[in-house]
Protein backbone atom coordinates (compact mmCIF):
# COMPACT_ATOMS: atom_id res chain seq x y z
CA UNK A 1 0.00 0.00 0.00
CA UNK A 2 2.71 2.49 0.59
CA UNK A 3 4.50 1.82 -2.63
CA UNK A 4 1.25 2.45 -4.52
CA UNK A 5 0.71 5.71 -2.55
CA UNK A 6 4.09 6.61 -3.19
CA UNK A 7 3.62 6.13 -6.74
CA UNK A 8 0.10 8.07 -7.25
CA UNK A 9 1.97 10.96 -5.43
CA UNK A 10 4.85 10.55 -8.17
CA UNK A 11 2.06 10.83 -11.18
CA UNK A 12 0.27 13.58 -9.37
CA UNK A 13 3.72 15.68 -9.62
CA UNK A 14 4.09 14.77 -13.04
CA UNK A 15 0.80 16.23 -13.88
CA UNK A 16 1.26 19.37 -12.22
CA UNK A 17 4.83 19.88 -13.71
CA UNK A 18 4.50 18.57 -17.39
CA UNK A 19 4.36 21.56 -20.10
CA UNK A 20 4.81 22.35 -23.38
CA UNK A 21 8.30 23.89 -22.95
CA UNK A 22 10.54 25.91 -25.08
CA UNK A 23 14.16 24.87 -25.69
CA UNK A 24 17.18 25.76 -27.88
CA UNK A 25 17.47 21.79 -29.11
CA UNK A 26 17.57 21.83 -32.58
CA UNK A 27 17.14 18.16 -33.11
CA UNK A 28 14.04 16.19 -32.33
CA UNK A 29 15.63 12.88 -32.94
CA UNK A 30 16.06 10.77 -29.80
CA UNK A 31 18.51 7.96 -30.75
CA UNK A 32 16.73 5.92 -28.06
CA UNK A 33 13.21 5.94 -29.55
CA UNK A 34 14.58 5.35 -32.96
CA UNK A 35 16.11 2.11 -31.54
CA UNK A 36 13.31 0.70 -30.24
CA UNK A 37 11.09 1.35 -33.46
CA UNK A 38 14.24 -0.03 -35.26
CA UNK A 39 13.05 -3.31 -33.68
CA UNK A 40 9.52 -3.01 -34.71
CA UNK A 41 10.24 -2.37 -38.17
CA UNK A 42 9.98 -6.24 -39.92
CA UNK A 43 6.25 -6.43 -38.00
CA UNK A 44 4.72 -2.99 -38.89
CA UNK A 45 3.06 -4.20 -41.81
CA UNK A 46 1.65 -7.03 -40.10
CA UNK A 47 -2.54 -6.16 -38.89
CA UNK A 48 -2.27 -8.53 -35.82
CA UNK A 49 1.54 -7.81 -35.24
CA UNK A 50 3.20 -5.05 -33.31
CA UNK A 51 1.41 -2.25 -35.14
CA UNK A 52 -2.07 -3.83 -34.87
CA UNK A 53 -3.54 -0.51 -33.12
CA UNK A 54 -1.94 1.74 -35.87
CA UNK A 55 -3.69 -0.34 -38.75
CA UNK A 56 -6.87 0.19 -36.70
CA UNK A 57 -6.65 4.08 -36.05
CA UNK A 58 -6.05 4.44 -39.36
CA UNK A 59 -9.22 5.30 -41.16
CA UNK A 60 -10.34 7.66 -37.82
CA UNK A 61 -7.90 9.50 -38.96
CA UNK A 62 -8.50 10.16 -42.17
CA UNK A 63 -11.95 10.58 -41.18
CA UNK A 64 -10.67 13.82 -38.61
CA UNK A 65 -8.67 14.80 -41.41
CA UNK A 66 -12.06 15.39 -43.63
CA UNK A 67 -13.66 17.01 -40.66
CA UNK A 68 -11.28 19.42 -40.25
CA UNK A 69 -11.60 20.43 -43.82
CA UNK A 70 -14.84 20.49 -43.54
CA UNK A 71 -15.14 22.72 -40.76
CA UNK A 72 -13.48 26.03 -42.15
CA UNK A 73 -15.55 29.06 -43.02
CA UNK A 74 -13.86 29.44 -46.42
CA UNK A 75 -13.85 26.29 -48.78
CA UNK A 76 -11.84 23.51 -48.30
CA UNK A 77 -8.82 23.66 -51.22
CA UNK A 78 -10.21 22.78 -54.76
CA UNK A 79 -6.74 21.44 -55.81
CA UNK A 80 -5.01 18.22 -55.19
CA UNK A 81 -3.87 18.02 -51.63
CA UNK A 82 -0.07 18.03 -50.96
CA UNK A 83 0.89 15.81 -47.70
CA UNK A 84 3.62 15.92 -45.08
CA UNK A 85 3.60 12.92 -42.94
CA UNK A 86 6.65 13.57 -40.20
CA UNK A 87 7.05 10.34 -38.49
CA UNK A 88 5.47 8.13 -41.08
CA UNK A 89 7.04 4.79 -39.88
CA UNK A 90 5.94 2.04 -41.92
CA UNK A 91 3.96 4.09 -44.14
CA UNK A 92 0.21 3.08 -42.74
CA UNK A 93 -1.55 6.80 -42.91
CA UNK A 94 1.43 8.13 -46.13
CA UNK A 95 0.13 4.84 -48.26
CA UNK A 96 -3.52 5.17 -47.80
CA UNK A 97 -3.22 8.91 -48.28
CA UNK A 98 -1.28 8.63 -51.42
CA UNK A 99 -3.96 6.13 -53.01
CA UNK A 100 -6.90 9.19 -52.73
CA UNK A 101 -8.06 10.75 -55.64
CA UNK A 102 -7.88 13.98 -53.85
CA UNK A 103 -4.13 13.68 -53.11
CA UNK A 104 -1.37 15.58 -55.64
CA UNK A 105 1.70 13.70 -53.56
CA UNK A 106 2.24 12.28 -50.09
CA UNK A 107 6.36 13.27 -48.42
CA UNK A 108 6.84 10.58 -45.60
CA UNK A 109 9.96 11.27 -43.47
CA UNK A 110 11.48 9.73 -40.34
CA UNK A 111 14.95 9.46 -38.90
CA UNK A 112 14.76 5.31 -39.16
CA UNK A 113 16.17 4.20 -41.87
CA UNK A 114 15.40 0.40 -40.83
CA UNK A 115 11.85 1.79 -40.90
CA UNK A 116 11.78 3.95 -44.13
CA UNK A 117 13.08 0.57 -46.07
CA UNK A 118 10.23 -1.66 -44.72
CA UNK A 119 7.65 1.58 -46.30
CA UNK A 120 9.56 1.80 -49.35
CA UNK A 121 9.92 -2.63 -49.93
CA UNK A 122 5.91 -2.15 -49.50
CA UNK A 123 4.83 0.92 -51.53
CA UNK A 124 6.50 -1.04 -54.44
CA UNK A 125 3.98 -3.66 -54.35
CA UNK A 126 1.35 -1.39 -55.96
CA UNK A 127 2.13 0.46 -59.42
CA UNK A 128 0.24 3.53 -58.79
CA UNK A 129 2.46 4.32 -55.71
CA UNK A 130 5.93 3.18 -56.90
CA UNK A 131 5.29 4.61 -60.42
CA UNK A 132 3.38 7.77 -59.99
CA UNK A 133 5.55 9.72 -58.10
CA UNK A 134 2.30 10.53 -55.38
CA UNK A 135 4.34 8.92 -52.62
CA UNK A 136 8.13 9.91 -51.34
CA UNK A 137 9.98 8.30 -49.04
CA UNK A 138 13.18 10.58 -47.03
CA UNK A 139 15.43 9.50 -44.04
CA UNK A 140 15.26 12.51 -42.49
CA UNK A 141 13.71 14.49 -39.39
CA UNK A 142 12.04 17.89 -39.84
CA UNK A 143 15.25 20.06 -39.04
CA UNK A 144 17.17 18.23 -41.80
CA UNK A 145 14.12 19.10 -44.38
CA UNK A 146 14.98 21.85 -46.56
CA UNK A 147 12.09 24.96 -45.60
CA UNK A 148 9.73 26.07 -48.25
CA UNK A 149 10.33 28.87 -50.40
CA UNK A 150 7.41 29.50 -52.08
CA UNK A 151 3.40 28.69 -50.89
CA UNK A 152 3.56 26.42 -53.50
CA UNK A 153 6.19 24.02 -51.84
CA UNK A 154 4.88 24.20 -48.91
CA UNK A 155 1.85 21.60 -47.60
CA UNK A 156 -1.48 21.59 -47.55
CA UNK A 157 -1.41 18.65 -44.49
CA UNK A 158 1.13 18.21 -42.19
CA UNK A 159 0.26 15.21 -40.26
CA UNK A 160 1.94 14.27 -36.80
CA UNK A 161 0.22 10.76 -36.31
CA UNK A 162 1.51 9.32 -33.04
CA UNK A 163 4.37 11.34 -32.95
CA UNK A 164 4.83 14.13 -30.25
CA UNK A 165 4.58 12.06 -27.20
CA UNK A 166 7.76 10.44 -28.46
CA UNK A 167 9.48 13.72 -28.65
CA UNK A 168 11.26 15.05 -25.82
CA UNK A 169 11.36 18.90 -26.19
CA UNK A 170 7.79 19.12 -27.61
CA UNK A 171 7.82 23.12 -28.89
CA UNK A 172 11.09 23.17 -30.65
CA UNK A 173 9.90 20.53 -32.55
CA UNK A 174 6.31 22.03 -33.60
CA UNK A 175 8.22 25.50 -34.07
CA UNK A 176 10.18 23.65 -36.44
CA UNK A 177 7.29 22.14 -38.36
CA UNK A 178 5.42 25.44 -38.65
CA UNK A 179 7.26 26.91 -41.86
CA UNK A 180 6.19 23.90 -43.54
CA UNK A 181 2.34 24.41 -43.80
CA UNK A 182 1.05 26.82 -46.66
CA UNK A 183 -1.45 29.58 -45.73
CA UNK A 184 -4.85 28.15 -45.08
CA UNK A 185 -3.63 24.09 -43.99
CA UNK A 186 -3.48 22.26 -40.61
CA UNK A 187 -1.57 20.58 -38.84
CA UNK A 188 -3.02 17.62 -37.83
CA UNK A 189 -2.04 14.82 -34.97
CA UNK A 190 -3.57 11.98 -32.65
CA UNK A 191 -1.73 11.79 -29.42
CA UNK A 192 -2.40 10.93 -25.69
CA UNK A 193 -3.61 13.34 -22.43
CA UNK A 194 -1.27 12.83 -19.85
CA UNK A 195 -3.82 11.98 -16.70
CA UNK A 196 -4.63 9.34 -14.48
CA UNK A 197 -7.01 7.06 -17.46
CA UNK A 198 -4.24 7.32 -20.15
CA UNK A 199 -1.62 6.13 -17.34
CA UNK A 200 -3.82 3.26 -16.88
CA UNK A 201 -4.94 2.13 -20.37
CA UNK A 202 -1.41 2.95 -22.47
CA UNK A 203 1.22 1.74 -19.78
CA UNK A 204 -0.69 -0.35 -17.35
CA UNK A 205 -3.00 -2.54 -19.22
CA UNK A 206 -2.10 -1.79 -22.99
CA UNK A 207 2.08 -2.64 -22.21
CA UNK A 208 2.45 -4.06 -18.79
CA UNK A 209 -1.08 -6.37 -18.74
CA UNK A 210 -2.59 -7.09 -22.28
CA UNK A 211 0.96 -6.51 -23.95
CA UNK A 212 -1.66 -5.52 -26.74
CA UNK A 213 1.49 -2.60 -27.21
CA UNK A 214 5.39 -3.69 -26.86
CA UNK A 215 6.60 -2.57 -23.36
CA UNK A 216 8.42 0.70 -23.49
CA UNK A 217 6.85 2.41 -26.41
CA UNK A 218 5.25 5.28 -24.40
CA UNK A 219 6.93 7.41 -21.72
CA UNK A 220 3.74 9.30 -19.63
CA UNK A 221 5.71 11.90 -18.71
CA UNK A 222 5.63 12.91 -22.56
CA UNK A 223 2.16 13.14 -23.16
CA UNK A 224 0.98 16.46 -24.02
CA UNK A 225 -2.71 17.42 -23.08
CA UNK A 226 -5.13 19.04 -25.16
CA UNK A 227 -5.23 22.55 -23.35
CA UNK A 228 -1.28 22.63 -23.54
CA UNK A 229 -1.16 22.30 -27.32
CA UNK A 230 -3.64 25.06 -28.19
CA UNK A 231 -2.21 27.35 -25.69
CA UNK A 232 1.45 26.99 -27.75
CA UNK A 233 -0.56 27.37 -31.13
CA UNK A 234 -2.60 30.26 -30.03
CA UNK A 235 0.76 32.06 -28.71
CA UNK A 236 2.50 31.09 -32.44
CA UNK A 237 1.65 34.47 -34.90
CA UNK A 238 -0.57 33.51 -38.12
CA UNK A 239 -2.35 30.24 -36.25
CA UNK A 240 -5.09 29.25 -34.09
CA UNK A 241 -7.60 31.80 -35.16
CA UNK A 242 -11.15 31.72 -34.44
CA UNK A 243 -12.60 28.29 -35.37
CA UNK A 244 -8.90 26.91 -36.60
CA UNK A 245 -8.61 24.61 -33.52
CA UNK A 246 -10.49 21.27 -33.66
CA UNK A 247 -9.93 17.93 -30.96
CA UNK A 248 -11.62 14.77 -30.88
CA UNK A 249 -11.29 11.74 -28.67
CA UNK A 250 -10.62 8.24 -29.41
CA UNK A 251 -11.33 5.27 -27.40
CA UNK A 252 -10.16 1.89 -28.49
CA UNK A 253 -13.06 -0.89 -27.76
CA UNK A 254 -11.78 -4.71 -27.75
CA UNK A 255 -13.38 -6.53 -29.98
CA UNK A 256 -14.67 -3.70 -31.54
CA UNK A 257 -11.80 -1.08 -32.32
CA UNK A 258 -11.36 2.66 -32.29
CA UNK A 259 -14.24 5.01 -31.90
CA UNK A 260 -14.60 9.06 -31.67
CA UNK A 261 -15.39 10.06 -28.51
CA UNK A 262 -16.68 13.86 -27.60
CA UNK A 263 -15.09 14.58 -25.10
CA UNK A 264 -12.30 12.22 -24.76
CA UNK A 265 -9.33 14.51 -25.57
CA UNK A 266 -9.84 14.91 -21.45
CA UNK A 267 -8.99 11.27 -21.19
CA UNK A 268 -6.27 9.58 -23.42
CA UNK A 269 -6.00 9.35 -26.87
CA UNK A 270 -7.23 12.23 -29.20
CA UNK A 271 -6.99 13.87 -32.62
CA UNK A 272 -5.81 17.14 -32.32
CA UNK A 273 -6.44 19.79 -35.69
CA UNK A 274 -5.00 23.62 -35.99
CA UNK A 275 -5.52 25.59 -38.88
CA UNK A 276 -2.74 28.43 -40.48
CA UNK A 277 -4.01 31.62 -40.67
CA UNK A 278 -4.62 32.96 -44.61
CA UNK A 279 -2.37 35.85 -45.90
Known amino acids: ???????????????????????SFTSSVNPTEVSHFNALASTWWDPHGSSRLLHLMNPLRHDFISSCLSS?????????????????GGGIFAESAARLASTEKVTGIDPSAEVLKIAQLHARQDPLLHQSGRLEY?????????????????????????????????????????????????????????????WFT???????????????????????NE?????????????????????MGCIYVPGIGWRMLTGGERLGNYFFGVRKDLE
Request: glycine share 6%.
Open 1 to 23: MANRSATLRNLNHLLRRRQVRHS
Open 72 to 88: QAIPAPSHKLRYLDIGC
Open 138 to 198: LNKSIEELPRPKSPEEQYDVLTLFEVIEHITHPSSFLTSCLPYVKPGGWIIMSTIARTWTS
Open 202 to 224: TKLVAEDLARVVPRGTHDWEKYL
Open 227 to 247: EELRKFFQGQRGWAGEGAVKA
